[in-house]
Every structure is written in C-alpha cells, then in structure tokens.
C-alpha cells in the first residue's frame, strides 16, 4: 500500500500482506456523505448568528467524505481485528479481563444519568447524588472502611490519593515519614505511585512461599516508614497468610496499611481489608464491578479509607443531611488533600458498578469471588503437569504458572502465548511476575463457563505437546491473525497515529 504521493505507508511492524484493507481516508470520495436531510426551513438561524466568522475555520476539515454503508463496514472489520471480552475468554493474569453484564451498560446510558451535566445544581440531581451515596455506603460496608472518594479514575490514581493521605496523616503528627515498604511481588504501579508521592519505596522480599518475609519486613521497620502498600493476593495470585501479623508489625511503628484492592473479585463478600487492619483501600470498578477494563477507556479507582482518615479525603466528599434528608456535597473539608480528579470523577462507571452491585446483592457477590477462587483453581489443575505453579498450594483468584520445562524444545512463554491465539483464545500474561521464570499468569475470571475453561486447558495441554513435537508451529505463531509478532517496544514508541495524505 502507497500514500497518494507514492512514498509506503507505514503500518505497524509484523503486518500481514493481503489481510490489510484501505484505510478510511483512501475510500473517501469528494461529495460522498453518509446521511441526507431535506433543506431546513427559513426558521432555522443562520449560521453567521449562531457561530461569529471570526470564530469559523476558513477551508473545510480533510475529512474522509464517504457513505454510512462504508463508515459502518470499516469500523465493524477494525473492531473484528481485535480481541475482545465479547469475543471470547481473555484469561489475562493481574488485570481482570471478565465479561461484563450488558445492562451496567444500558443503566448507565439512561439519558438522566448519560446526559447529567457535573456543574448541575444539587437540587437538581438528588437521584445521581443517592446513587453515589449508596454506592458509597456499599463499598465501604464492602471493604470495611468507612468514608470514600470516587474522584480517582483509575487503580493508580487511587493509589496516588492513599499516598498523599499517608502523607498528610504523618504531618498531622509532626512527622514527616520517608519510606514506604512494598514486597517485590507487588503490581508495577505501587512503586511508581510511591516515587510520585514523593517517598521512597523500600523493597521486601517474598519467601520460598511466596509470601512476604516476616522477619525481612520486621527489620525494614523504623519511625521512618509511613506506611506499606499490599496487594492481597498478591501477584502471585496467593493470598498473605501473616496479614495479622503484619498489620500488627506496622502499627507498632505507627505505619498505615495500604490495601490494593485491584483484585477484589477473589475476596469480596469472604474477607475485608478493614478487619485485616487496613487502613487505605482503593478498589477498581474497571476491573471488579462490571466497567470493561482496557483499550484506555475511562476508569474508575475509589479509595476508601478509615474513620481516622476520613477528613483527609480529597474535598468535595458526600454528605448526608439529617435534617434534609438528602445526599449534598460536603465542600468544608479543611484538612483535605485537595482535588485530585475535575468535577466528581468519572460517574458512568460508578453507575455500572452501582447497577452490578443491585443486580447481585451480598450474597451474589461472594458467589463472584467463590466462583473466581474456583475457577482459577481448576484450571491450575487441568494444566499444571505441562505447566506447573512454582509456589505451592492452592490459588486465589489467578495463578503464576511457568513454561520453563518447554525450554528444552527451544519454546518460550511468548511462543505459548502466539500459539494460544490460534486456538481461540487470548493469551494469559507473560514474564511478569519477573520473581518467576517464564511467567504465564493466568486469571480465567469467575465469569467463564467450565466449557470455556475445560477448552482452554486443553488447548494449553496442546499446546505443551506440540512444543515437543513441532516447535516450529510455536515460533510461526499466531498465523490466524493480521498482525503476527510486532517489536513491542516499537510499537509503543513510536506509534504512526497521523495519516497524511
Ligand atoms: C490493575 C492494577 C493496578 C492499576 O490499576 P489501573 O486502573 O490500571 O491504574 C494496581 N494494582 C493491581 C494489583 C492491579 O492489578
């Protein structure tokens, strides 16, 4: 494919030819529209009163001109490139890629809620203000905390407020606290949001359980240490069985505990950070409550915190008037760490979640987590002579397993993972864990049937054996996809978005 001046167009690297299709500019053709209407009448303003010439562009967009037929079949052919929850089972370890109901969807685009302006006025919008407080209320009861911001609008920029809490406790007390602790099998973004908090991350090591090391954590301890940041499961997918312990090791200093609670789909409704001594819990509804999580979409990351950090929570917070009887926004809040998000986050996605929350009830959703824990524990099973778990014992909501013994064929994780996509399936996380050799980090998420997953683990089984007997269908792999093995790196920096003609 050429650009109209002949120079190539370049795709992204590991394109395949023959499967590639024009892009939406090169079908344009001048005049050609997608809709027509008749003339509007003389009673419609002009447009010099509605939009000033001054304000007007001089010469039209270079938009593509081209019809509703073809807008539609070019956009339904890139959608079916992808991926998709939709599709099929995107057994993604760490991010929880699990189906999410279609009415969260329809709730969130009622026209009261999808057309709600943020500036409106309180009295004008005490359904979405009750929505949110009962939302509120659920989540906390939910966690064990007892006041919530929803203004972060991801898992990270929930991480970033409980960091700025931390920090802001600590000089409540005169303190000015430096390190945080955070055990080596935790999620990227803890270190990274304590870096931009500006502390000091200080690592812990896992033990030979893959838990963190007691005595390693109780000597990192000192008057210094503001808090520790937990994902519990961990990375690993094993849930901390010391917690009590070192929730007491913490207090001792007078460090907080940091709950990521990403990954709360394996414990909700079972156990609550709160009643494990936490202090500090963000939560992510693009990945628990029923908001597709992935493909940069808004989030939504709710940090919750105990009674004695309630007033640091960034300001506004909802209140409840007694008198009134009715949910406002609670502006006086004088130790706030101020804003972090504009207006009051991203409210569609507290819809879903509000909507999934109705739809399942206490009960339902620990089923969620019951049926996550079990699911990911039968699949474990179904695989783990042709890929074993380094750590043992059973899983939470995902395990880490490895594709070390294929090594000897010349096959690696990646190569599992482009195979996997031949045979139906997305591929689960590969290297990370870096604690493990040739991760493959596995979640089926509690929303896959025992079909799906009994597929899957066949198509893994498959897959080991055909490591053994034709590697080289591994390294060709996928050969049923348009792009096949792209350089990674160079295809996150220095992406092509601009097409000029
Ligand atoms: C996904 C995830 C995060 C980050 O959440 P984002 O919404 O992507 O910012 C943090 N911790 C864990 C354990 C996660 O799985």
């Not at 960034?314 to 804003?339: H, T």
Request: net charge negative; proline share 7%.
């Amino acid at each position: 494919m050429t650009t109209s001046n002949g120079a190539p167009l370049e795709r992204s690297s590991g394109a395949r030819a023959g499967s590639d299709f024009p892009l939406v500019f090169e079908t344009s053709q001048p005049g050609r529209r997608a809709w027509s209407l008749p003339e509007a009448g003389d009673s419609s303003p002009a447009l010099e009163d509605v939009i000033p010439a001054a304000h007007r562009r001089r010469d039209p967009p270079a938009l593509p001109e081209v019809s509703e037929r073809d807008l539609v079949r070019h956009y339904t052919r890139l959608s079916q490139r992808n991926w998709a929850i939709d599709v099929g089972a995107y057994p993604l370890g760490s991010c929880t890629m699990k189906y999410n109901p279609k009415i969260s969807e329809e709730a969130a685009s009622l026209p009261g809620f999808s057309g709600l302006h943020p500036l409106s006025d309180e009295s004008l919008t005490p359904g979405a203000l009750e929505l949110l407080g009962v939302l509120e209320e659920a989540l906390c009861e939910a966690t064990g905390m007892s006041k919530l911001t929803f203004q972060p609008a991801a898992g990270a920029t929930g991480e970033l407020t409980g960091l700025l809490i931390m920090r802001a406790f600590h000089r409540s007390h005169g303190e000015e606290r430096k390190r945080v602790i955070i055990p080596d099998s935790a999620h990227g973004t803890n270190p990274a949001s304590v870096s931009l908090a500006g502390f000091q991350a200080h690592e812990v090591r896992s033990d030979e359980r893959g838990l963190v090391d007691l005595n390693a954590l109780r000597d990192a301890l000192d008057a210094d240490v503001a808090g520790l940041m937990l994902t519990n499961p961990n990375t690993l997918g094993l849930f901390e069985r010391d917690i009590e312990k070192i929730a007491e090791a913490m207090h001792e200093v007078g460090g907080l505990l940091y709950y990521d609670g990403a990954n709360f789909n394996s414990i909700v409704g079972v156990v609550r950070p709160g009643d494990m001594g936490f202090d500090i819990v963000h939560l992510n509804l693009h990945k628990t409550f029923a908001t597709p999580h992935g493909g940069g979409g808004p989030g939504s990351g709710p940090l919750a915190v105990s009674e004695r950090l309630a007033r640091f929570l960034p300001a506004p917070v909802l209140g409840w008037d007694e008198g009134a009887e009715r949910w406002f926004w609670d502006e006086d809040r004088p130790d706030s760490i101020g804003r972090i998000h504009s207006f009051h986050g991203n409210f569609g996605i507290n819809v879903r979640a509000y909507c999934y929350l109705r739809s399942l009830g206490p009960q339902g959703l620990r089923r969620v987590a019951e049926r996550a824990v079990l699911n990911a524990n039968y699949l474990r099973v179904l695989v783990r002579e042709s890929f074993p778990t380094v750590y043992e014992g059973t899983c939470m909501h995902e395990f880490v397993a490895t594709a070390k013994p294929l090594r000897k064929h010349g096959v690696r994780g990646m190569d599992v993972a482009k195979r996997l996509i031949d045979l139906g399936y997305h591929p689960p996380t590969v290297y990370f864990p870096l604690v493990v050799e040739e991760a493959l980090m596995v979640e089926p998420t509690e929303t896959e049937s025992r079909e799906t997953i009994d597929g899957l683990a066949a198509a893994l089984n498959q897959i080991a054996e055909e490591a053994a007997t034709d590697p080289d269908l591994l390294h060709a792999a996928p050969v049923t996809t348009p792009v096949a093995r792209p350089d990674e790196a160079r295809a996150a920096r220095d992406l092509k978005v601009r097409w000029t003609p």
